[in-house]
């Protein structure tokens, strides 16, 4: 399995960006995709996750309390992609980010991506 994200880049305060991780290797039905970040010197943070079914098949998504409102997780399983729209971007926000991929059954995220930097100058 591999995912590959992409999208990152250096961006001034306020602006937006759109992550994207394809998926490729095997069939993703039923497999919850999500996104994380890092920061240097902080702990891996979880964002937001999707499943792959629900709501009329663009899947359900769910945000940490602090991603709610500026960040936006959608899948397209057509192309076995997950994006990650990101408004308003701060200064804090710059971290690399990580797409994941879990099976519905299991709590573990066992498939990552490389990640992306993003970097939000002021």
């Known amino acids: 399995v591999q995912l590959q994200a992409s999208g990152g880049g250096l961006v001034q305060d306020g602006g937006s960006l759109r992550l994207s991780c394809a998926a490729s290797g095997r069939s993703f039905v039923n497999v919850v995709m999500a996104w994380f970040r890092q920061a240097p010197q902080k702990e891996r943070e979880f964002l937001a996750s999707?499943?792959?079914?629900?709501?009329?098949?663009?899947?359900?998504?769910d945000y940490t309390d602090s991603a709610k409102g500026r960040f936006t997780i959608s899948r397209d399983n057509a192309k076995n992609t997950v994006y990650l729209q990101i408004n308003s971007l701060k200064p804090e926000d710059t971290a690399a980010y990580y797409c994941a991929a879990r099976e519905r059954s299991s709590m573990k995220y066992n498939y990552w991506g490389q990640g992306t930097q993003v970097t939000v100058s002021s």
């Open positions: 999707i499943s792959w079914g629900g709501s009329s098949s663009g899947g359900i998504a």
